[in-house]
């Protein structure tokens, strides 16, 4: 791909799209969009044949009515993969027009396949290199890219920093020595990896005997994703803290792209690239559109994909959305997600979030910051446990923090945990080197 010149105090990448009024803007999505539901009908037996039974056309005058069309999800495109086709009754295009394939992590399931065109996959990097730029990436950055590469969606986004003219060092998701060297040979200006590693990794280097802040001067922003950490303040702030560099917390799915969304310098929420995707909030039980700003389920639907066509995708993420134009000036709209439909717990008649449990186990100073949840059903009542680790050095009595633990939860939550767990540090079990898990469901085990 040719790097595009642009001028390095130049405050947008693409000013006409990142600016553009409202308006504008949903005259060019009407137009993306009606040519993408016709490509999909046409091209893609899945949505022919549920868009026929649903008795939707597509042809359509207003973005509003997309309303009318029938929801996608996950298990979509589980049960269309392969059918008819490697790629399945989703893909739009054959076999020999697809030039790249990621997948799905499979943690929720059978993974599920990414294709992209030529034409798509340059979209794509289009839209990383814009992100990146908005978080401050310019062509005089070294970018050390430290996500999984392996089959991850979010592998290639390297190329988009390379395309703006950045220097793209390809480490991947190494062994935290490896990395730690590497950052200390090559001296990156920009790091990516997900909230919880970037947290683990500065615990490392200080073990090891480094001061992050110093031994690793050149690093001044950490790209943060795959994680709901990046959007919760006291992550972002613990993490800063410990590198002294700003944090942005990006945005992607295995399903549309590694990122289609990220945060500028105001830190409010997440601008996504609304000129390739569309975004809704539905009721996670009705399916109804909400209004901006209530919570409910977010539904994406591409507007320019060929290889598959997303649809009105259901994310099983939980957050709102904000149209209004942001203090920097871009007037895509900010998401605000708050945690995983599949992750929400009732307590008590109070909704939880593991990010609601994050905010305070990383806002504790006296904490390691790793934490792990454990949802089980009682008495006919849902209840929860959280463990969590001692500070690195600590000598603080373990039923103290617990005690301490607890309040902070009911204070913050309206809920109080069932139980405290301590553990010392590093003896949770739940650092990564890419996406952890810290949330166990054990209810309805004997359903």
């Known amino acids: 791909m040719a790097k595009k010149n642009v001028p390095y105090d130049q405050e947008y990448y693409d000013k006409e799209i990142e600016s553009m009024p409202r308006e504008q803007l949903e005259e060019l999505q009407l137009g993306y969009l009606k040519d993408e539901l016709k490509f999909a009908y046409d091209n893609c037996p899945y949505y022919k044949r549920a868009w026929d039974e649903a008795g939707v056309s597509p042809e359509i005058e207003t973005l509003a009515d997309l309303e009318k069309f029938p929801f996608i999800n996950k298990q979509t495109e589980r049960d269309t993969q392969g059918v008819g086709s490697f790629f399945g009754e989703l893909c739009g295009v054959p076999e020999d027009d697809v030039v790249y394939m990621a997948t799905s992590s499979g943690s929720t399931g059978v993974p599920t396949m990414s294709p992209f065109t030529q034409g798509d996959f340059e979209d794509f990097m289009k839209a990383e290199s814009r992100l990146f730029w908005q978080a401050g990436m310019r062509p005089n950055d070294r970018y050390l890219h430290g996500m999984n590469f392996a089959l991850y969606v979010g592998g290639p986004c390297v190329i988009g920093a390379q395309e703006l003219g950045a220097l793209g060092i390809w480490v991947g998701a190494v062994p935290s020595d490896r990395l730690l060297w590497a950052m200390k040979q090559y001296q990156p200006t920009f790091f990516w990896s997900s909230p919880s590693y970037a947290w683990q990794l500065g615990q490392k280097a200080i073990e090891k005997g480094y001061d992050p802040k110093t031994d690793f001067a050149s690093l001044k922003h950490i790209i943060i994703s795959g994680e709901p950490g990046g959007s919760i303040e006291s992550t972002r702030k613990a993490i800063e803290e410990i590198w002294d560099a700003s944090v942005y917390d990006f945005f ?196």
Not at 349 to 362: G, H, M, T
Request: net charge negative.
């Open 252 to 447: 992607g799915l295995s399903d549309i792209y590694g990122a289609c969304a990220a945060m500028c310098d105001a830190k409010d929420g997440l601008h996504i690239i609304e000129d390739q995707i569309l975004v809704e909030v539905v009721d996670p039980v009705t399916g109804e559109v909400l209004p901006d700003g209530e919570r409910g389920e977010i539904v994406y639907t591409t507007l320019k994909k060929r290889a598959r066509p997303m649809i009105r995708f259901r994310s099983g993420d939980i957050g709102h959305v904000n149209r209004e134009t942001c203090e920097c000036g871009r007037t895509m709209t900010r998401i605000y997600i708050q945690g995983r439909k599949d992750e929400m717990f009732i307590v008590s008649a109070v909704n939880v979030f593991p990010s609601d449990i994050e905010y305070i186990v990383r806002n504790d100073k006296g904490l390691s910051g790793e934490y792990l949840i454990r949802v089980y059903d009682e008495n006919y009542t849902t209840r929860y446990e959280v463990s969590v680790e001692r500070a690195f050095g600590s000598d603080e009595a373990y039923d103290e923090i617990a005690k301490r633990v607890e309040n902070e939860l009911k204070t913050h939550t309206g809920v109080r945990p069932a139980k405290v767990l301590v553990f010392d540090t590093d003896k949770l079990g739940t650092s990564s080197e890419h996406k952890a898990k810290r949330f166990i469901d054990e209810r309805n085990q004997d359903a």
